[in-house]
């Protein structure tokens, strides 16, 4: 089970995250969780959001560029251990991440973790065998 996630490629310039995520605003779209790597020039906003074709449209009709990728989002208690147990788990099975990032949802009392891996079905069966909870498009839309 994935969700989809945007990456925004934007300037690396004061006010460039403001220009995105008023756009999502501006939208109704609701955003679950953001990431940011940068380089001197530019950088790579990725997005966990409530509703992905409406972000699309938003970024497209606005000039922005953007890719859609899946992802898992693994979903723990929030509880120390809880990462360490899913990235134990991916290890074990020899699986290695190409990025993470966490957020909470104190709404569910849960904490997730977006995990990007090559060997998606893998690592997802791994988890779910290991008890580990997958949360689907639907959950996160719901937070």
Known sequence: ???????????NKVGGLATITDVLAQAG???RA???????????????VDD????????RENGHIYSITDVLAVAGDDKP????RI???L?????????AYAFFAK???LAYMIVRVEEMDKAAKALRENGIHLAGEEEIARL
């Open 81 to 84: 251990g809880s990462i360490a």
């Open 1 to 11: 089970m994935t969700v989809k996630q945007i990456s925004v490629f934007i300037e």
């Open 29 to 31: 779209v609701n955003i």
């Open 52 to 59: 992905v074709f409406k972000a699309g449209n938003a970024l």
């Open 87 to 89: 990235v134990a788990t």
């Open 91 to 99: 290890a074990k099975e020899g699986i290695g991440m190409d990025y």
């Open 34 to 48: 953001l990431s940011i790597a940068d380089t001197s020039d530019f950088g790579i906003l990725r997005l966990i």
């Open 107 to 109: 709404k569910e009392n």
